[in-house]
Nanobody, 120 residues
């Protein structure tokens, strides 16, 4: 069973940093696409960062230059390094995978998420 567990959230002041982790079980992450998503209260879920084939990354315009997605195959884990955080980054953050070397299609392994709260 594919499962992804997010951690690393918390409260941080504007301008601060936070690193989120996404530990996968039930499959090997290898080159499969993984995405980080977030959802703020009253808003739609949005994709913020994606990685596929170990190194091809895509970012939402709102986080470009501030967030970095990476992976450690040995630990079967993905990371989202978030720098220069803004109050508008406040949201529940989730990771998910397509299980394939493409970031289109269905997403699997949704976990409970990890809350990031940025205060001004």
């Amino acid at each position: 069973q594919v499962q992804l567990v997010e951690s690393g959230g918390g409260s941080v002041q504007s301008g601060g940093s936070r690193r989120l982790s996404c530990v996968a079980s039930g499959y090997r992450i290898n080159k499969n696409c993984v995405g980080w998503f977030r959802q703020a209260p009253g808003k739609e879920r949005e994709g913020v960062a994606f990685i596929v084939r170990d190194a091809i990354t895509t970012y939402a315009d709102s986080v470009k230059g501030r967030f970095t997605i990476s992976q450690d195959n040995a630990k079967n884990t993905h990371y989202l390094q978030m720098n220069s955080l803004k109050p508008e980054d406040t949201a529940m953050y989730y990771c998910a995978t397509t299980l394939y070397e493409t970031c289109s299609g269905a997403w699997y392994g949704w976990g409970q998420g990890t809350q990031v709260t940025v205060s001004s």
